[in-house]
C-alpha cells in the first residue's frame, strides 16, 4: 500500500556557487543544506538539476572546436540557427524523431526522447554564449555518485533524483522530469490494487520521480541560482532500478 | 521576477465522502480542511482531482444504456474491450489521434490529447463495473465554481486547479496535469529574462499548473480517499485565463 503522507515539504537548496569541472556536488549540496538549516535527514529525497551536475562533470562544449555537417549547416541556415549547436545535438542523438519547423526532437543515448537531445546553451556560466552543456554521460551514475558522496559526508542514505525540464507533446510549457535515479523506485504500480468498487485498477502506473522532479521545480530556480531541492515526507519506495523503468520500449511507444 | 519561495508545503485532504452528483465540492473541501486543522488561507492553491468533480457534475454514464457502433464493437473485439466503453470514448472525442494495440489516444473537447477522452471506469463509486466517469464539460468552469463557493464561504481568493492523470508518449508511467484553472496563470514565462551570462532565455516557458497538480499527486491517492490537496507557500501569479494557454495550437505540434 502506497502510504499517505500528512504532508511533504519542498525546500529549495540556495547559497551554492556556480559549479564548474571537478566540483564536488554532494559535498556542496551537504554543505548549502546544513548552511540554511535544513540539514539532509533520513526520509528527505534529494533533487538536483541537471545543469550543475553536467557542469561539475565537465560535460560542457566549446562551439569553437565544432565542424558542422552539411545537415547541420543547412537546418541552422533555414531556422536561424548555429549550425555548431545543431551538429552538437545531432552527435549527442542516437535517432531523430522530428526535425522540422526549426524544432529538433531527437533520442538520446540514455532512452530519452527530448529537445535538442538535452543539449543547452541557456546559463552555461561561461560569461561565454560560445558553450552549451550536454546531458550527463550516464545520469544514473551522476545521481548515485551524489547519493554515495552525501552517504558518506553525513551517514544517511538519501535517494537522488537528477532532474532536466522537458517539453512535450500537445501541452504548452515545459516541465522538470527525472532523467537519473539513485535509491528510490521511479514508477509506483497500482495494478492489481482494487478501487472501492472491487474493480481491479488495470493500468495506473504513477511515474513518481517524475512527480517528484515537477515539484521540486516548484522551489528552484533558472534565473536566482537554486539548482537543487530537498523533498521532506515523501514515503518514497526505496529501489535500485535506476531510470530504466520509466523509459518506454520503442515498439510500445506510438510517437516515434 | 518569479520569487523564490523558502518552501512549498503540500497538504492530502482527508476525510471526505464518497461524492455524488448535485454535491457541494467547494464547501466540501472547506469543512475538510477545516476539519484536519488546515483550513484554506491566503496564498494556497487547491488542487482537486477530476474524478470527484465529475462526479459531483453528474458526469457518469451507465453503460447499459450504450449501443455501440461497428468501429467500437471491432475494436473491442479485437482487443478484449467493453464495446460500449470504447463507444463512450469514441462519442467524448473530437478527432482518434491514435487507435492500435489496444489504445485509443483522441483528443478532446477541451484540446486535450490523452488516453480514452479522459474516460475512466476505476473508482466511480456507483458499487457496479456498469458506469464510466467522463470528463467535466467545462473544467474551467469546475474550476472557478469550486473557487467562487471558497470564497464565498471563507471570504478568501484560492486558486484551484481540478487535476487528471494522463500518460504520456515515450516514457512509462502517468502523472497528474491540469485539466481546469481559476486564479492563476498556468504557464511561467521566463522568455525574455536573461542568464547570468547575458544569454536571453529563449524558449523557457513552465508549466506551472501541471507542475502544482504533479506535486499535489504527492499527497493524494488514488486507493485511500484523499482526492484534493492545498499547496502552500508557492508563490504562483495571479491570472484568468483558465487553461487555454497550456493547450498547444494543432498546427505548432509535431505529434499530431
Given amino acids: 500500500m502506497r502510504a499517505m503522507p500528512a504532508s511533504v515539504t519542498l525546500l529549495g ?11 564536488d556536488v554532494g559535498a556542496l549540496l551537504v554543505q548549502a543544506c546544513a548552511a540554511q538549516g535544513t540539514a539532509l535527514t533520513a526520509g528527505d529525497v534529494l533533487v538536483v538539476t541537471q545543469k550543475i551536475v553536467s557542469k561539475a562533470e565537465g560535460r560542457v562544449v566549446d562551439l569553437n572546436t565544432i565542424t ?37 526532437i531527437t533520442e538520446t543515448r540514455h532512452g530519452f526522447v527530448c ?14 554564449v560560445d558553450f552549451v552543456v550536454l546531458l550527463p554521460e550516464d545520469s544514473d551514475a551522476s545521481a548515485r555518485r551524489i547519493r554515495d558522496r552525501v552517504r558518506e559526508l553525513v551517514g544517511i542514505d538519501v535517494p537522488v533524483i537528477v532532474s532536466d525540464t522537458f517539453g512535450r507533446p500537445w501541452r504548452e510549457g515545459a516541465g522538470d522530469v527525472a532523467i537519473g535515479v539513485a535509491g528510490l523506485e521511479p514508477l509506483w504500480d497500482y495494478r492489481g490494487k482494487h478501487d472501492n468498487d472491487g474493480r481491479e485498477l488495470h493500468s495506473t502506473v504513477i511515474a513518481v520521480a517524475d512527480e517528484l522532479a515537477s515539484a521540486a521545480e516548484l522551489v528552484t530556480n533558472k534565473l536566482t541560482r537554486v539548482p537543487a531541492a530537498i523533498i521532506r515526507g515523501y514515503p518514497y519506495k526505496p529501489g535500485e532500478s535506476g531510470i530504466a523503468p520509466m523509459i518506454r520500449e520503442r515498439d510500445k511507444d506510438l510517437f516515434r
Avoid: H
Wanted: hydrophobic fraction near 45%; proline fraction near 3%.
Fill in 13 to 23: 537548496i540556495d547559497g551554492l556557487p556556480e559549479f564548474a569541472e571537478g566540483d
Fill in 68 to 104: 558542422p555537417s552539411a545537415l547541420a549547416v543547412d537546418f541552422a541556415r533555414r531556422w536561424d540557427k548555429d549550425a555548431r549547436a545543431v551538429e552538437v545535438v545531432l552527435s549527442e542523438s542516437v535517432r531523430v524523431v522530428r526535425m522540422e519547423n526549426g524544432i529538433v
Fill in 115 to 128: 529537445a535538442n537531445s538535452g543539449v543547452d546553451a541557456s546559463n552555461v556560466g561561461t560569461g561565454s
